[in-house]
């Protein structure tokens, strides 16, 4: 019931389902009919029917030499199904279908991800009403009908009404929607103690036993499930850094040394470990081989091969680390915090970008009468503008507890927000910050520094303290590797 059907060559429509019945109508050809009932007789054959116009009786689905009569063409949805569909027919409907704002609806919890200007009137030049910071909660009031289809109207915690973009001019999403809270589970009845004088002997002839009956549960002894905290481990690369692959060309002479070249590649890359579900190998003819797949013996004509290894996404990154630090801190501020953080960020960006002190200090200033936490370098990283922290061709890095920033090409490791003198350099086989080497003037020397301190290289390898003039480690010559020991006195290294 409720199936669309066609009917193929001519039906003949009667007005009950008894074949004797008197004759209604003649369907042609083409025409589409809905199920309106399924008939109960011996047949098995008759359905009732109601096209797009007044006819409306019963039609047999198949002839008497068994030939189809009539074909379902779009079967009836129900429950769920014809839920999405109905769904999927209102969005169709609206004004703003295919368009930025389409995935609103007046009534929607939102959060601001990036600050947004709040103007009197959709249009963009009309007068500006506020400016909201990122993570404010907002409600829609009303979806735009403008050729943009990026314009709502919301009202944000304070009451302050007016007209935002969804996305910015390069296409940047400025809002998504709060994920609505999960039902909560029914409460379970409270269960009291039972004892057996509660409940009075019966007569039987079965002799009683003296099993005591069960006691209820103690809701007191359920504990809550709770999900795992995240424990951040001792360092983390960026997502980016993480998902690096690489191509190890092959040739013909190599080829008994595959296994050993792509083994010192993954060592060199700093992988530590390798999936080897994500390698894949071409050959010279451009033919593609999984791990397995390439013949035993290839021929000279096969080379030069190309392994090409691409790792997944990583779970967790130091960006996972940086998300969850912004967003405990953000929460821990109150509300005019939060307003006045916007306005320190935009301070702060316009100082560092400027490279001006004094607009650094103004704007630790505000941040100091806000109440913002502040620290020796200023706002923690959690709170500071991303542009200042990682600017660009920069990548968090998590080391130790600490989120650096560190270039992507020369792998110095710095603490934002100075980037005048590097902590260090990331070493990826040994996965740790080892020493980074500055150039001096000084011949017989080299100096080195390791988060913030500087240090004295001899030609020799030794690593000298300069304000206790004592030697502090040693730069191994076959490695390279640093190793720091306990200080001894320069007279006494000099004769080991």
């Known amino acids: 019931v409720g199936d669309i059907c066609e009917v193929i060559g001519a039906a003949l429509v009667r007005q009950a389902e008894d074949l004797q019945s008197p004759k209604v109508a003649q369907l042609l050809d083409g025409c589409r009919v809905e199920v309106t009932q399924i008939g109960s007789g011996a047949s098995g054959k008759r359905i009732a029917i109601q096209d797009t116009g007044s006819v409306h009786g019963w039609v047999s689905v198949v002839s008497s030499s068994g030939e189809a009569l009539v074909r379902i063409i779009e079967k009836e949805l129900r429950g769920a199904a014809r839920e999405k569909r109905i769904e999927a027919a209102v969005k169709a409907a609206r004004h703003d279908h295919g368009k930025h704002t389409a995935r609103f609806e007046v009534g929607d919890l939102c959060h601001v991800i990036t600050s947004v200007i709040v103007r009197k009137e959709e249009a963009?030049?009309?007068?500006?009403?506020?400016?909201?910071?990122?993570?404010?909660?907002?409600?829609?009031?009303?979806?735009?009908?403008?050729?943009?289809?990026?314009?709502?109207?919301v009202r944000d915690e304070e009451g302050v009404s007016g007209w935002i973009s969804v996305v910015s001019?390069?296409?940047?999403?400025?809002?998504?929607?709060?994920?609505?809270?999960?039902?909560?589970?029914?409460?379970?009845?409270?269960?009291?103690?039972?004892?057996l004088e509660e409940y009075p002997p019966v007569e039987s002839k079965i002799v009683e036993t003296k099993k005591p009956r069960?006691?209820?549960p103690s809701l007191s002894t359920v504990q809550p499930s709770t999900l795992a905290k995240f424990v951040e481990p001792f360092f983390l690369v960026s997502s980016t850094r993480a998902q690096r692959g690489f191509d190890l060309e092959i040739s013909y002479?190599?080829?008994?040394?595959?296994?050993?070249l792509l083994s010192e590649k993954f060592a060199s890359e700093g992988i530590q470990e390798p999936s080897y579900d994500h390698l894949k190998l071409r050959d010279a003819t451009g033919k593609w081989y999984r791990p397995g797949e390439a013949p035993d013996v290839p021929t000279p004509d096969l080379f030069p091969l190309t392994l090409y290894y691409r790792p997944p996404k990583p779970q967790h990154s130091a960006e996972t680390v940086l998300t969850l630090r912004r967003r405990e801190a953000y929460e821990a501020l109150s509300p005019s915090q939060r307003k006045g953080l916007?306005?320190?960020?935009?301070?702060?960006?316009?100082?560092?970008?400027?490279?001006?002190?004094?607009?650094?200090?103004?704007?630790?200033?505000?941040?100091?009468?806000?109440?913002l936490p502040l620290g020796t370098g200023g706002l923690p990283s959690s709170l500071m503008p991303e542009s200042v922290c990682f600017p660009k061709g920069n990548e968090p890095l998590l080391y130790d507890g600490h989120i650096y920033s560190m270039h992507s090409t020369s792998l110095l490791v710095f603490d934002p927000p100075d980037f005048s003198v590097?902590?260090?350099?990331?070493?990826?086989?040994?996965?740790?910050?080892?020493?980074?080497?500055?150039?001096?003037e000084h011949?017989?020397?080299?100096?080195?520094?390791?988060?913030?301190?500087?240090?004295?290289?001899?030609?020799?390898?030794?690593?000298?303290?300069?304000?206790?003039?004592?030697?502090v480690g040693m730069i191994r010559p076959m490695t390279g590797d640093f190793e720091f020991f306990d200080p001894i006195p320069l007279q006494v290294a000099e004769f080991m």
Not at 143 to 153: A, D, T, V, Y
Request: charged content about 25%; hydrophobic content about 35%; aromatic content about 4%.
């Open 124 to 153: 963009l030049d009309s007068p500006q009403v506020a400016k909201l910071p990122d993570r404010c909660q907002v409600e829609v009031l009303e979806i735009g009908s403008g050729p943009s289809g990026k314009r709502l109207c």
């Open 169 to 195: 001019s390069d296409g940047t999403q400025l809002l998504r929607k709060v994920k609505a809270p999960l039902p909560e589970a029914p409460a379970f009845p409270a269960f009291s103690p039972v004892t």
């Open 214 to 216: 069960p006691q209820a």
């Open 253 to 260: 002479l190599q080829r008994e040394d595959i296994e050993q």
């Open 342 to 371: 916007s306005e320190v960020q935009r301070q702060l960006e316009c100082a560092y970008n400027a490279q001006n002190n004094d607009l650094v200090d103004r704007a630790m200033r505000l941040a100091h009468s806000l109440g």
């Open 422 to 440: 590097p902590m260090g350099m990331w070493n990826p086989q040994r996965q740790r910050v080892d020493p980074a080497v500055l150039q001096n």
């Open 443 to 471: 011949p017989n020397r080299s100096d080195i520094v390791h988060f913030g301190k500087t240090f004295h290289m001899l030609e020799q390898g030794h690593i000298i303290d300069p304000d206790s003039q004592q030697v």
